[in-house]
């Protein structure tokens, strides 16, 4: 990639139409500032900054500056314990662009022994909202792919009506082969696709994501996102407000769901404590 631009301020909030001009006044993508936390390079970016970046990294891709996507992904304590006992995750992660914190106990932890802690978390399910609310405004295309059979496309239709002019390039169900990863890369690039959501659960999309980055030139952002497309098209619910404040939205989880997450949490919380509490820091 060409020379970068300095870091990318955690505070920003920005226009679109402003983060615009300014991508394509530098022609360079943003280095984003990061602090360790649980012994992942967590990003300080408030849900602000991470839409301004993706515009800015639209129209690099746009003006064929970017060599290839912007891969992203995110953090819950649940992604710390797997980070650090799946070998196979952690060689893919360690090649990803940008993590976010997802989940309210990366930020607790950021505000324990970090001298400049994360300001927010950056839920996924809300930032999701955020970057549509840009996209229809800025023609951005999004490409909804993963999620059982249909799922995706409700989420495509949910989210068209909430935020009239949003163009979703396309969608496709997260059920295929590793030997059909090739001309499912075809299918998201000639959509005509800006940023690919890729919900197939962790390890699989981080892993699919590092393996398909040199596969779609001309996008901006591969973008992990997990579950998502089941909260908007899938019945999924989320946890109330104030236990997603509370950082206790797994256990909102893992209640609706004891068998496929309950023993899951169990496991990998207290993991995930000891990680949060010896590997954070500035």
């Given at each position: 990639?060409?020379?970068?631009?300095?870091?990318?301020?955690?505070?920003?909030?920005?226009?679109?139409?402003?983060a615009v001009?300014?991508?394509?006044?530098?022609?360079?993508?943003?280095?984003?500032?990061?602090?360790?936390?649980?012994?992942?390079?967590?990003?300080?970016?408030?849900?602000?900054?991470?839409?301004?970046?993706?515009?800015?990294?639209?129209?690099?891709?746009?003006?064929?500056?970017?060599?290839?996507?912007?891969?992203?992904?995110?953090?819950?304590?649940?992604?710390?314990?797997?980070?650090?006992?799946?070998?196979?995750?952690?060689?893919?992660?360690?090649?990803?662009?940008?993590?976010?914190?997802?989940?309210?106990?990366?930020?607790?932890?950021?505000?324990?022994?970090?001298?400049?802690?994360?300001?927010?978390?950056?839920?996924?399910?809300?930032?999701?909202?955020?970057?549509?609310?840009?996209?229809?405004?800025?023609?951005?295309?999004?490409?909804?792919?993963?999620?059982?059979?249909?799922?995706?496309?409700?989420?495509?239709?949910?989210?068209?009506?909430?935020?009239?002019?949003?163009?979703?390039?396309?969608?496709?169900?997260?059920?295929?082969?590793?030997?059909?990863?090739?001309?499912?890369?075809?299918?998201?690039?000639e959509a005509?696709?800006?940023?690919?959501?890729?919900?197939?659960?962790?390890?699989?999309?981080?892993?699919?994501?590092?393996?398909?980055?040199?596969?779609?030139?001309?996008?901006?952002?591969?973008?992990?996102?997990?579950?998502?497309?089941?909260?908007?098209?899938?019945?999924?619910s989320r946890?109330?407000?104030?236990?997603?404040?509370?950082?206790?939205?797994?256990?909102?989880?893992?209640?609706?769901?004891?068998?496929?997450?309950?023993?899951?949490?169990?496991?990998?919380?207290?993991?995930?404590?000891?990680?949060?509490?010896?590997?954070?820091?500035?």
């Amino acid at each position: 990639m060409n020379e970068v631009t300095p870091d990318l301020a955690p505070g920003c909030h920005a226009a679109a139409s402003d983060a615009v001009a300014a991508s394509r006044a530098s022609a360079t993508p943003s280095v984003v500032d990061k602090l360790t936390i649980g012994g992942l390079p967590i990003a300080r970016l408030t849900r602000a900054c991470m839409t301004r970046l993706m515009l800015e990294d639209v129209a690099l891709a746009r003006a064929g500056e970017l060599s290839r996507p912007r891969l992203l992904t995110s953090a819950n304590g649940s992604f710390v314990a797997a980070y650090h006992t799946d070998p196979a995750l952690r060689r893919a992660v360690d090649t990803i662009d940008v993590i976010d914190a997802d989940g309210m106990p990366i930020v607790y932890a950021s505000r324990l022994f970090c001298k400049r802690p994360l300001t927010e978390r950056a839920a996924t399910t809300d930032f999701l909202l955020d970057a549509c609310k840009v996209a229809a405004e800025t023609g951005t295309r999004f490409f909804f792919l993963g999620a059982r059979p249909g799922v995706a496309a409700r989420a495509a239709e949910h989210l068209r009506y909430r935020y009239p002019g949003l163009q979703i390039a396309g969608t496709r169900n997260g059920y295929f082969a590793d030997a059909e990863l090739a001309e499912v890369c075809r299918q998201v690039r000639e959509a005509g696709t800006d940023v690919l959501w890729l919900g197939l659960g962790t390890p699989r999309q981080e892993e699919v994501a590092v393996r398909a980055a040199d596969m779609l030139g001309g996008l901006a952002w591969v973008r992990t996102c997990g579950g998502l497309f089941d909260h908007y098209g899938g019945g999924v619910s989320r946890a109330p407000r104030w236990m997603q404040s509370a950082g206790l939205e797994w256990a909102y989880r893992g209640a609706r769901e004891p068998l496929r997450l309950g023993w899951r949490y169990l496991v990998t919380n207290p993991v995930a404590v000891y990680y949060l509490l010896t590997r954070t820091h500035d």
